[in-house]
């Protein structure tokens, strides 16, 4: 018995329909947690490569497409966070990006601009355990559904629902993150 596909792991036409989707959603996230345009260019590119590798993968009965995407999304940036620890040599980090024209950095550095309070919030958060912190950022700052993200980080509903209120009774005597700024 085969198992229903999304319609995007097959078809050309649909994959750029999803891609135009998700890709500002995916660039807000990524310039949330990176502060190096280059950096976030090549992470939503790295991002949107991996859906093309695993889309066949996504099966729409086990959760939305958003939220298997921001899987996608965390898996990418873990693996580039590791890559980075291992890195040891800064030239070979900057020979591997493509040149940014003053446009796409004025763009960017726009956005990071725009993402410094969520980063301070991430700041605030630093101390919550992983799995608190993970379902605090999808569903405050990313905007996913519990479910959503639930599914991404691979818990139950009621797992991410319970996480989701410890890291929010646990903050709420943080006043960056109760004033104000989206959390």
């Known amino acids: 018995m085969r198992r229903k596909q999304a319609e995007f792991a097959t078809d050309s036409v649909a ?3 999803f891609y135009r989707r998700h890709v500002e959603g995916i660039s807000r996230f990524l310039a949330r947690r990176a502060d190096d345009p280059h950096l976030v260019v090549d992470l939503v590119a790295d991002v949107f490569l991996a859906v093309m590798e695993s889309a066949h993968t996504y099966r729409p009965g086990r959760g939305s497409e958003v939220a298997w995407l921001y899987g996608v999304a965390r898996n990418t940036l873990s693996a580039e966070r590791r890559r ?3 890195e040891s040599q800064l030239t070979d980090r900057v020979s591997r ?4 024209d003053s446009d796409d950095i004025a763009r960017l550095e726009q956005r990071i601009d725009a993402e410094e309070p969520a980063r301070r919030a991430f700041q605030a958060m630093a101390e919550l355990p992983e799995g608190e912190r993970a379902v605090l950022e999808l569903v405050v700052l990313d905007q996913l559904t519990v479910t ?5 980080l691979g818990i139950r509903s009621g797992t991410a629902m319970v996480r989701l209120h410890r ?4 903050l709420k005597e943080v006043p960056f993150v109760t004033e104000g700024n989206g959390t």
């Open 15 to 17: 994959f750029e329909a």
């Open 97 to 100: 990006r493509r040149p940014l």
């Open 167 to 170: 890291a929010r009774r646990t």
């Open 148 to 152: 959503e993200a639930a599914s991404s």
């Open 84 to 86: 980075a620890l291992r």
